[in-house]
């Protein structure tokens, strides 16, 4: 079955830094490569997406990058702020059987006023 | 408003006590999911249901069961609870999952005695 592996797990940037989440799966049949954002107390939450027919996507100040032949994908967040602070996953889903995601270990992502 | 609810949000138990946590989706969502969340393992699947009648295992089923009688309840039953199933608890739903944002319940957080 497909396999997620999520680096950092835990990761501090200043505020107003960049910062970069990175992912990599296995199942090359693999299309689909969500992230989403838990907040304390809350339900993960999708943030941005992306297929495997498309490179980059982008949306104001995230955007996911998508390399198929090594099998990886990266969340870029640029210009960060206090309220960026939150852990991250990473997923991935084939359009086979169960469809389901699988999802990365996660990423504790602390942004310092 | 479109969401998922849960409930318990909070649960303290003793070994063996029978429990169920309820879930429910108002989006006329076919796909329902139960995932944990342990720290450094990330989000695993328990069980999962294509449709109404129709539920099937995900990576971790073991000391689960669900049931899916209605399109919008997923409730989630621990039969005889033990101590290594104290965690963190979602319900997730979606139109789809290959194609679609999954919307995740606000989590109950679990503790078996």
């Known amino acids: 079955g497909e396999n997620v592996e999520q680096h950092p797990s835990t990761l501090s940037v200043q505020e107003g830094d960049s910062a970069v989440i990175k992912c990599t799966y296995s199942d090359s049949a693999s299309n689909y490569f969500p992230w989403y954002k838990q907040e304390l107390g809350k339900g993960p939450q999708l943030i941005i997406d992306i297929r495997s027919n498309v490179g980059e996507k982008k949306d104001q100040r995230i955007a996911v990058t998508l390399n198929k032949t090594a099998k990886h994908f990266s969340l870029h967040i640029t210009e960060t702020q206090p309220e960026d602070s939150a852990v991250y996953f990473c997923a991935a889903s084939h359009p086979f059987g169960n469809e389901k995601l699988t999802f990365g270990t996660g990423t504790r992502l602390t942004i310092i006023p | 408003e479109a969401q998922v609810t849960q409930n318990p949000r909070y649960l303290i138990t003793v070994t063996g006590k029978k429990l169920t946590v309820t879930c429910s989706q108002n989006?006329?969502?076919?796909?329902m999911s139960w995932y944990r969340q342990d720290p450094g393992l990330g989000l695993r699947q328990i069980y999962y249901?294509?449709?109404?009648?129709?539920?099937d295992k995900g990576d971790v089923p073991e000391g689960y069961k669900v049931s899916r009688k209605e399109k919008r309840n997923f409730p989630l039953i621990l039969e005889s609870p033990s101590p290594n199933q104290t965690s963190l608890y979602f319900c997730?739903?979606?139109?789809?999952?290959?194609?679609?944002?999954?919307?995740f319940g606000p989590g109950t957080r679990l503790t078996v005695l």
């Open positions: 997730a739903s979606s139109f789809a999952v290959n194609t679609d944002t999954q919307y």
């Open positions: 249901s294509m449709n109404v009648e129709v539920t």
């Open positions: 989006m006329n969502h076919e796909y």
